[in-house]
């Protein structure tokens, strides 16, 4: 009776563990931020952003990296705040789209 009440024990402490990880685990975010990065460092070796651009892009996905820390902070991400570093990524995607085809140059 005791060793399955002990083994009962342990499987919820780590099921409670296991639940705790996931609702701060953002791997979604995680992946579209090192696509992004990737794409930032392509237009800057390919040329097609210019140091300053390249500057701005990197300090946008700054601003994503302290949203998701904000949102890890607590123990807990929501649906909403998903939704709001979704939507920052989303604009941060357009600008760098944007920067690396505007024609400009190093």
């Known amino acids: 009776m005791n060793m399955s009440i002990r083994t009962l ?3 919820a402490v780590a099921t409670l563990a296991v639940s ?3 609702q701060t685990n953002t791997p979604v975010a995680d992946q579209r931020q090192a696509n992004q990065a990737a794409r930032i460092q392509n ?3 390919s040329g097609a952003l210019s140091k ?3 500057a701005r892009m990197e300090a946008g996905q700054a ?3 302290g949203m998701k ?3 890890k902070a607590d123990g807990k ?3 909403a705040e998903r939704r709001a570093i979704q939507k ?3 604009k941060q995607s357009r600008r760098i789209y944007r920067q690396k085809h505007d024609g400009n140059k190093k």
Do not use: D, L, S
């Open 88 to 90: 920052e990524q989303n």
């Open 9 to 11: 024990i342990a499987a």
């Open 52 to 54: 300053r651009e390249a």
């Open 77 to 79: 991400v929501t649906r």
């Open 63 to 65: 601003k994503v990296a």
């Open 43 to 45: 237009g800057k070796a």
């Open 69 to 71: 820390a904000g949102a």
């Open 20 to 22: 705790a990880f996931a």
